[in-house]
T-cell receptor, first 118, second 111 residues
Framework: EAGVAQSPRYKIIEKRQSVAFWCNPI?????LYWYQQILGQGPKLLIQ????????DSQLPKDRFSAERLKGVDSTLKIQPAKLEDSAVYLC????????????????FGPGTRLTVL | DAKTTQPTSMDCAEGRAANLPCNHS???????VYWYRQIHSQGPQYIIH???NNETNEMASLIITEDRKSSTLILPHATLRDTAVYYC????????????FGKGTKLSVIP
């Protein structure tokens, strides 16, 4: 079974530039998540999609970050304009979207995109 | 804010059991305990989860205290490939719940 795919793996940009990240979840997974992981910290959820609708974007800095999941499959996360503090690894994860009562709605993570803002 | 407390780091000799503790004193009755790990330069990986009974799978065992206020993840025979950051997370476990990661425990397996 193919895992969660992300691209690019690395990106270096200057502050005030824009950048976009792409995620292809596991086939059939209804839920898609974007996380931001700053060095030395655990991942922080930015946005959660259920199919092509947003479930939670309360921690997404909406003045500069945007995300979409067209047709309920692939997703893109965009930053415009980037700031120095946006330097981080951006992780995409997907899950089936339901636990079936047993508590196991395992999230599968991609390898992440490492963003460096200079 | 994360609802769990874990030691910042731990060492374990290769081949020995690694016991990683986690405190979750405010856990609710409908919340599960999940463990994920993150190997360097990779995304987090699910290990195991439990509600109140002890659980075991091919990767690890999870021991949850009777009052559910703490748990221990056990890697029975640690290898160098188990060196990673281990995250203990509590979450509802129903529907599309979210995972709130803390800083986790950095486990170093020593040859």
């Amino acid at each position: 079974e193919a895992g969660v795919a992300q691209s690019p793996r690395y990106k270096i940009i200057e502050k005030r530039q824009s950048v976009a990240f792409w995620c292809n979840p596991i086939s059939g997974h209804a839920t898609l998540y974007w996380y931001q992981q700053i060095l030395g910290q655990g991942p922080k959820l930015l946005i959660q999609f259920q199919n092509n609708g947003v479930v939670d974007d309360s921690q997404l800095p909406k003045d500069r970050f945007s995300a979409e999941r067209l047709k309920g499959v692939d997703s893109t996360l965009k930053i415009q304009p980037a700031k120095l503090e946006d330097s981080a690894v951006y992780l995409c994860a997907s899950s089936l979207g339901f636990s079936g009562g047993g508590g196991n709605n395992e999230q599968f993570f991609g390898p992440g995109t490492r963003l460096t803002v200079l | 804010d994360a609802k769990t407390t874990q030691p910042t780091s731990m060492d374990c000799a290769e081949g020995r059991a690694a016991n990683l503790p986690c405190n979750h004193s405010t856990i609710s009755g409908n919340e599960y305990v999940y463990w994920y790990r993150q190997i360097h330069s990779q995304g987090p990986q699910y290990i195991i989860h439990g509600l109140k009974n002890n659980e075991t799978n091919e990767m690890a065992s999870l021991i949850i205290t009777e009052d559910r206020k703490s748990s221990t993840l056990i890697l029975p025979h640690a290898t160098l490939r188990d060196t990673a950051v281990y995250y203990c997370i509590v979450a509802p476990g129903a529907g599309s719940y979210q995972l709130t990661f803390g800083k986790g425990t950095k486990l170093s397996v020593i040859p």
